[in-house]
DNA sequence: CCGGTTCCATACGGCACCGTATGGATGGCC
DNA sequence: GGCCATCCATACGGTGCCGTATGGAACCGG
């Protein structure tokens, strides 16, 4: 009865994607190793190679289900915001604090000279840039401007995660954290014609 | 006679430092190996001991070799140019172009995880940041705002050197990279109050 | 209760890496 | 030219990792 207490005895492959996930986070792509997933899970080897047929393959279950949850998350954050100046405030205060638990993204970003990697980080990135760009242009720059800013934009938010995580250069936390925010939003609303405010 | 011709036959730790810079830029802190770097140098790991007490004393003196070169290289650049907005720019063009030739930033990004590293890092940063807030102050701005100002221009620097290499959004040559460049600047010098334009 | 499928542990070979030990080559110096 | 310090190659033990092989436990249907 009470077999879901512990590690429920039989893993699923999500189990092991999710723990390769995990590893990701704590030490980027390159720390996803069989047998240390295997004891992280209570198991050995033997399991692992029954689910998947190597190392490679858990790894792209892991960034497949990263994308996949990323993604959904982010869509339905967007999708209930008409103003677009607010929707642009409110996707950067967001996806920054969202930084905090999504530990996944920045050793993904560092990690992408794999291929895999590479494509997943590409298709989310792109898929980003395209929403703010949207966004830009809902702002009244014409689709051209819209791209060229959304870029810097994401630029600016990649870069705010760099720093939190490899320095101590960026307030994370407190009122400092506010002011800095609205640094990064005054530039990235600057001089877009703002006609209703 | 010509003994200078190939790799002098003996070997200084300086070459040992720089052939881990090499391995840096080419897959991060991980991929410094004794016995790969010495067979990059023709060697084997009897020379590397003995120059070396360990694997990570060869790392460290090769942060310090690109700490020290990088700093004097960016404190030139800056040495001379009197009007800030100019300055700024002339910074930033410079820094993405030179983005392109030191493979060596990104990867000691990704691997702030290891204290060593992450001293490196913290160290060029602050000092990279203090030098375009004092552009800031001369800007027009209080130090407390241009110090904040700076941490952003400084994360849209790390973004977009971030997502150069990681992606394919962001142009690195051709007219369109002048473009976004402008996008960049027009964003970074944005509000600040310019009297002489 | 029994046979087959599903799931997993143990044991193995192989590779890349770290660091040590030790002998040998090379160069300055008298 | 002989001697000593400098520099380097070879050989070794040890660890962590990948992937395979094989036997066994757990579960399920009849």
Not at 5 to 20: H, I, K, M, N, Q
Not at 96 to 105: G, H, L, Q, S
Not at 109 to 126: E, F, H, I, K
Not at 144 to 160: E, N, S
């Amino acid at each position: 009865m009470d077999d879901a207490t512990r590690t429920t005895g039989r893993l699923s492959p999500d189990d092991w994607a999710r723990a390769a996930l995990e590893a990701i986070a704590e030490g980027g792509v390159p720390s996803v190793a069989v047998e240390r997933l295997a004891s992280s899970l209570g198991a050995t080897k033997g399991s692992f190679y029954w689910h998947f047929a190597s190392r490679r393959a858990v790894i792209e279950a892991a960034l497949s289900l990263w994308e996949r949850e990323h993604t959904d998350a982010v869509i339905t954050m967007m999708e209930a915001e008409a103003d677009p100046a607010t929707r642009l405030r409110r996707l950067m205060t967001t996806i920054i604090a969202a930084a905090a638990r999504d530990r996944v993204e920045l050793p993904l970003l560092a990690n992408s000279d794999d291929p895999v990697v590479r494509d997943v980080v590409g298709r989310v990135t792109a898929r980003r840039v395209e929403w703010v760009a949207q966004t830009y242009q809902q702002l009244g720059l014409d689709p051209g401007a819209a791209r060229d800013r959304a870029v810097v934009a994401y630029a600016t938010y990649v870069g705010h995660l760099q720093l939190v995580r490899a320095t101590d250069q960026v307030p994370t936390t407190g009122p400092a954290a506010r002011v800095h925010l609205d640094a990064i939003m005054q530039v990235l609303l600057a001089p877009v014609p703002d006609d209703h405010g």
